[in-house]
């Protein structure tokens, strides 16, 4: 019998009953429009059931400590495979997380230095700054100190008398303030800026050498000895080194506006105690370790002598190889992983999973080209076909061109979105798909050349990897900003959003998922369409919430129970007395407009657009049409929908606030080509309508739209941050960059498709 997965009536979602069989051992690719049905196969069925069968393995000890996984809504499944999965969402990390941690390194390289570097530290832990014996007693492990910012703290042009000194606690209002000007050591009319040097330096920085200066504090009932101290180590004694969260005269929020923060002198930044900085391994301290980029790390690795280190540094050896073949070799393990862009983050998610020896699993990526360059894409691409050649199966949820294009297998779900997906519309070999959809091609053309008048413009720009770079954004236009990820785009449009108070940011994080979150919620106007069930029958508006007064008292506004089963697998069953709409029969007893509440969130945007008259209702409504989402339900739960319609639902909700400068940050993530034409659609329309449209993105087809573009690059990383082209789109065609050879690549293919 042939090797392959074989799955029977599958109905997760908006599943239509169907039947699949899947090759082993190949690269399968799912592809269609978004909401067509692709994830509830792979992820909701596929990759749940793998889980579920994997726990069931272990005792029900082990499997009270696990993650339960309810069996998915499927007939059989047959010789499925380990799932190894790499979801489209992105990496929740906390600030302490770095690539180090997130690789699994940092305990490793601790240990590697515990055992052979010189002077000896005993523990690997100790090694560590957040262990109480590694930490910098200076910064606590912050690499940061708090410096008092002298330029807030004192207004130079200013006396005394006439409130020099900002700090309220320090200025004449206060004690301090009146004890400064009255002890005889400064001129209180003078300003401080005409202060002779002297008296200036013992006013700041108070005596020099240890000197003692007497300063009388007078008071009506006689003269109190005090000494002068200096304002600046009068504000670090008082204000800054010390616990201030128990003083009611000063919060922690009004001394820090007078610092800011340094590189911290004892550690240079590590968080590490001085000790453990002397610990060292061939001339190497284990800060310095951490600072060095893939290759270089690879190379200390391989330098590393003695049976023991060797041991330990072989097995260290796989993954830095790994983050060097994903494109990620100008990294260090120092990194956050809270500062990596899109296409970083992406690629560090599945060199993370590419660890394991074992074969005949099933790698699951979702959407693996998110983010990245077409340059980019094709290392991933290899990476695949490696995973292939050790007999591993390979399922990839895509829509990239370039991705399709290495596929052994293709299926195809649709033909439409949501209710009108959920079916096969193709699967078979690639060559056996002759009516692949392509974008519009034979009568393409290039948008017209615009002159521009006026533009947004940010100077000087510093930001993480940028090179003090200056641009310019035509207004009433649509501008690309191009380039490999890591180049320095995401710091760029971050520059522009906090320059310009009319600009709208649209960005990569995700929309909070929850079953309780559905669209009429997320877009806000759940809320009026309470009110106005409430003001037709005059009742409470709560009555109208499934988590408030309106919930079934049975299933408490789930729209389902959960028997307790012990260890077993979770059993979710549709409530009999709401029969799965959630909310009470009083609540659905009431109607607007001869409609109930469930009836209202049963209908689509186009539906419910002929219902209310609101404008606040018909405008989000709208909104929701004119991204794509015009055939889901108002109650349908976000935690259901697919990568691309949360990608589309994101523009929606961010929409609804109106201004002149629209920044996008990869807003064609998980949309298939179909969704990217409606999507191009709606900026035209923004620009038209005299608004200026910033676009970062990979996905050509949009680049080809774009009236302006600017490229980052060369490369990523701190070889990045320079500005390798900036003009109009047909000059850009003209040049001879990363980005250009792949954009006429596809102008080619659509004027020959």
């Keep these: 019998m042939k090797d392959e997965i074989r799955l029977y009536g599958m109905r997760e979602n908006n599943l239509k009953n169907i039947d699949m069989t899947l090759p082993k051992n190949e690269i399968v690719v799912f592809t269609g429009l978004s909401g067509s049905g692709k994830s509830s196969v792979v992820f909701d069925t596929i990759a749940k059931e793998s889980k579920r069968q994997l726990t069931k393995d272990f005792s029900s000890y082990e499997r009270r400590h696990m993650t339960l996984y309810r069996r998915p809504d499927v007939d059989k499944i047959e010789n499925l495979s380990t799932a190894v999965v790499v979801r489209q969402r992105a990496i929740h990390s906390s600030s302490r997380s770095d690539i180090a941690s997130y690789m699994d390194i940092g305990p490793m390289m601790r240990l590697l230095f515990s055992r052979i570097a010189e002077p000896k530290i005993q523990e690997a832990s100790d090694l560590s700054k957040y262990s109480r014996y590694g930490t910098c007693p200076t910064c606590d492990g912050n690499g940061l100190e708090i410096e008092v910012d002298l330029g807030k703290l004192v207004d130079f042009d200013k006396s005394l008398r006439d409130y020099a000194v900002q700090f309220a606690p320090l200025s004449p209002s206060q004690w301090q303030g009146r004890w400064m000007m009255t002890c005889g050591l400064f001129d209180p009319d003078l300003p401080i800026k005409d202060y002779p040097k002297e008296d200036y330096d ?103 002598e003695g049976d023991y280190g060797k041991t330990l540094a072989r097995q260290m050896i796989p993954t830095v190889k790994q983050l060097m073949a994903m494109g990620l070799g100008y990294l260090n393990l120092n990194r956050q992983v809270s500062t990596l862009s899109g296409g970083e983050a992406q690629r560090l998610k599945i060199a993370s999973k590419l660890g394991s020896t074992l074969n005949n699993l099933c790698y699951i990526f979702d959407e693996p080209s998110a983010g990245l360059h077409p340059e980019e894409v094709k290392k991933i691409g290899t990476i695949f076909k490696a995973l292939r050649d050790r007999h591993n199966t390979v399922l990839i949820v895509e829509h990239d061109d370039q991705i399709i294009d290495m596929a052994d297998w293709i299926v195809e779900m649709g033909p439409g979105s949501g209710r009108h997906g959920g079916e096969i519309v193709f699967q078979g070999k690639p060559e056996a798909l002759e009516d692949r959809e392509k974008r519009s091609g034979g009568d393409f053309e290039l948008p017209e050349e615009k002159s521009f008048e006026g533009f947004y413009e940010v100077s000087h720009v510093k930001k993480n990897n940028l090179k003090n770079i200056s641009v310019k954004i035509p207004k009433n236009s649509l501008t690309g900003i191009c380039g490999v990820s890591g180049s320095g785009k995401s710091s760029l449009i971050d520059a522009i959003y906090e320059r310009y108070d009319q600009a709208i940011m649209i960005d990569q994080k995700e929309i909070g998922q929850s079953r309780r979150s559905n669209l009429a919620t997320y877009m806000g106007i759940m809320d009026k369409i309470r009110s106005l069930f409430a003001k037709e029958n005059k009742v409470d508006k709560g009555l109208f919430s499934f988590n408030s007064k309106g919930a079934c008292p049975t299933c408490k506004g789930k729209g389902f129970v959960e028997p307790d089963v012990a260890y077993s697998d979770p059993v979710k069953i549709i409530c009999e007395d709401c029969g799965g709409e959630r909310y009470s029969k009083e609540a659905r007893s009431y109607t607007y407009s001869g409609h109930s509440i469930v009836d209202v969130l049963h209908m689509t945007a186009e539906e419910a657009k002929d219902l209310f008259d609101d404008d606040m209702i018909r405008k989000r409504l709208s909104l929701l049409e004119e991204v794509g ?119 080619n293919a659509k004027k020959d498709g």
């Excluded at 020099?208 to 009506?220: E, I, R, S």
């Excluded at 911290?264 to 002397?278: I, Q």
């Design 202 to 304: 013992l006013f700041i920085y108070g005596p020099a050498d240890g000197g003692v200066v007497l300063a009388p504090f007078h008071t009506k009932n006689g003269d109190h000895k005090s000494w002068w101290d200096g304002l600046i180590p009068r504000f670090e004694r008082l204000y800054v080194k010390r616990d201030i969260s128990n003083l009611k005269s000063v919060s922690k929020e009004d001394v820090l506006a007078f610092c800011h923060y340094a590189r911290c002198g004892t550690c240079k930044g590590t968080g590490l105690h001085p000790k453990v900085l002397e610990s060292k391994i061939n001339g190497f301290n284990i800060a310095d370790i951490y600072n060095l980029e893939m290759e270089e790390l690879l190379e200390f690795l391989e330098s590393v």
């Design 629 to 747: 989402l015009s055939y889901l339900s108002l109650g349908q739960a976000t935690s259901t929908l697919s990568g691309g319609e949360l990608q589309r639902l994101k523009l929606a909700h961010r929409l609804r606030r109106r201004g002149e400068l629209y920044i996008f940050d990869e807003p064609t993530r998980g949309l298939h080509t179909a969704d990217v034409q409606n999507f191009l659609a709606l900026l035209q329309n923004l620009v038209e309508n005299e608004n200026t449209v910033v676009v970062i993105e990979h996905d050509m087809e949009v680049l080809l739209h774009a009236d302006y573009i600017l490229e980052l690059g060369p490369v990523a990383g701190k070889e990045g941050g320079n500005i390798i082209f900036e003009g109009s789109l047909r000059d850009f065609l003209n040049e001879d960059t990363k980005t250009s050879y792949y954009l006429k690549k596809a102008l």
